[in-house]
């Protein structure tokens, strides 16, 4: 064992040369904590500080001089190229830190994977779900094989999110695909929530005004990064039926990071008004209320551009579960609405821009969350560091 941690470290050391190591001073202007903050270098900067540097020969250090977890992203693998995008990493800022440094080096051998904590895949083996996760909650999404006949009794068309809760902190969904009673908790959790035709958690519509006007199930998927840290992925949605003339197509782009119970969501949409229809759409982000399985608390923050909606579930356990979604600062808000179902923020969109918030879930059981009020302060945090963003300062030579 002594022989492979010293071999490990050699491995680890830095090349020989004058340029071998970059200084990343990061910067934040929150006074409350940041926990699993993401940190994102672009790999342009590393390329141009350490000339030479090979994609899988990085390794990055904290201020005490630890290795830390770090991953490569390169957005357009199938083209079998080095179109490298950010090395990522985390750190968790402390209540008042506002500076922190970070070293990234070259390493004279490969740094092998670190664990994973977050994972997506599309699903063929159940009607072309497409799920995900990370080490706090998980999700899926309906595919076209769920609209046809081979699925039988369970056939639907949903463009809503479900919800999977997690008691632990490792990666289940492959696991429970295989097992198959999901709905029931053996240790792990459970999908208890019914997503249905709904929203789900932050799924979307198109509001006319009186009704929500949504897409059949994703046409196609693309994964672009895969963890351990991040994972980043594509669900396609072909046109629909949007009202007065409009048929709207989205590209629905999901960041999953580690640490974290709210995804970042990127919807793109595509449409062309007919004259007179007035060039925007609003868009309505929704979270499902179960009113037969559940007692449910809404709560809404315009000023801040969130909303929460935590459920006490009786059946098939008794616990809670918090779903909410958090707005992008330069996104429009345009008000609320309700259907019989669902909970709705509504933003208004044009042809072409695309829309940012993030959503998500928190469950009793996993020991996050306690009570509506720790969600609800959970989702307040995540609009300040939505609006206040942390900036990578300084990024020099050693």
Not at 173 to 202: F, I, Q
Not at 320 to 338: D, H, S, Y
Request: with cysteine.
């Amino acid at each position: 064992m002594r022989t492979i941690a010293l071999l490990l470290l050699c491995s680890l050391a830095p090349c020989a040369s004058a340029a071998d190591k970059i200084i990343v001073t990061v910067t934040n202007d929150l006074d409350g904590a940041r926990p699993a903050e993401v940190i994102a270098v672009p790999f342009s900067e590393i390329e141009r500080l350490l000339p030479g540097m090979l994609f899988d020969h990085l390794a990055v250090r904290d201020a005490a001089g630890a290795i830390i977890p770090a991953q490569g992203t390169n957005f357009q693998p199938e083209e079998h190229h080095d179109y490298y995008r950010d090395l990522v990493f985390e750190h968790d800022f402390a209540a008042g830190e506002k500076s922190v440094t970070f070293t990234i080096e070259k390493t004279a051998m490969t740094v092998p994977p670190f664990p994973a904590r977050v994972f997506a895949r599309y699903v063929p083996e159940r009607f072309d779900d497409f799920a995900w996760e990370n080490d706090r909650i998980g999700h899926r999404m309906y595919g076209p094989g769920l609209d046809t006949p081979a699925a039988g009794g369970t056939r639907m068309i949903s463009s809503g999110i479900d919800v999977w809760c997690k008691r632990v902190r490792y990666l289940v969904v492959d696991r429970w695909y295989v097992k198959g009673h999901y709905h029931t908790d053996t240790g792990e959790g459970l999908d208890m929530y019914d997503v249905g035709t709904a929203r789900g958690c932050g799924g979307i519509g198109v509001w006319d005004g009186g009704t929500l006007r949504v897409s059949q199930n994703w046409k196609a998927w693309r994964v672009l990064a895969n963890g351990p840290i991040r994972a980043v992925f594509e669900l396609t949605y072909d046109p629909w039926d949007a009202g007065h003339g409009i048929a709207v197509s989205e590209t629905k782009r999901f960041t999953v990071d580690a640490g974290h119970n709210l995804d970042g969501i990127e919807s793109t949409f595509a449409f062309a008004a007919p004259p007179g229809a007035g060039s925007e759409i609003t868009v309505a982000i929704g979270l499902t209320q179960h009113p037969k399985q559940a007692d449910a608390k809404l709560a809404r923050d315009e000023r801040a551009a969130w909303m929460s909606l935590w459920e006490d579930f009786q059946n098939p356990m008794s616990s809670g579960l918090g779903t909410g979604i958090v707005l992008a600062p330069e996104a429009r808000f345009a008000g609320w609405a309700e259907t019989p179902t669902d909970r709705l923020m509504l933003v208004r969109v044009k042809p072409g821009e695309t829309l940012r918030y993030c959503a998500g879930a928190g469950w009793t059981h996993s020991g996050d969350f306690a009570s509506p009020d720790d969600w609800n302060a959970y989702l307040s945090a995540w609009a300040r560091r939505l609006q206040s963003p942390i900036k990578i300062a300084k990024i020099e030579t050693q």
